[in-house]
């Protein structure tokens, strides 16, 4: 059974810093990218970073390039999403998700086979 499990999430004042954890289970992480997607009140979840399997290559929504950054440790099944410089408007819960398929749309929520019950994250302005 895979299990996707989020910590690290929290209340923050604007500007500061936090770190997220996803620990995998029941799968091998080198075998799926991995992705970070956020979810604010009344709003669609939006995608925030993806890592490919390896982690050399990344990928960002614009609204996070420049103050997030996603890694991963494949030998702990773990990926990791620190958050830098942090806003009122980041305020959501985080998720992250697992893909198995090698050619997929990383930015698609639906492209992902498996999903984290998610860690919310407060910014206080």
């Known amino acids: 059974q895979v299990q996707l499990v989020e910590s690290g999430g929290g209340l923050v004042q604007a500007g500061g810093s936090l770190r997220l954890s996803c620990a995998a289970s029941?799968?091998?992480?080198?075998?799926?990218?991995m992705g970070w997607f956020r979810q604010a009140p009344g709003k669609d979840r939006e995608f925030v970073a993806a890592?490919?399997?390896?982690?050399?290559?990344?990928y960002y929504a614009d609204s996070v390039k420049g103050r997030f950054t996603i890694s991963r440790d494949n030998a702990k099944n773990t990926v990791y999403l620190q958050m830098n410089s942090l806003r009122f408007e980041d305020t959501a819960v985080y998720f992250c998700?697992?893909?198995?398929?090698?050619?997929?749309?990383?930015?698609?929520?639906?492209?992902?086979?498996?999903w984290g019950q998610g860690t919310q994250v407060t910014v206080s302005s």
């Open positions: 998700a697992a893909a198995g398929r090698v050619y997929y749309d990383k930015y698609n929520r639906y492209s992902y086979d498996y």
């Open positions: 029941g799968l091998t992480s080198s075998s799926y990218d």
């Open positions: 890592s490919r399997r390896s982690g050399e290559v990344t």
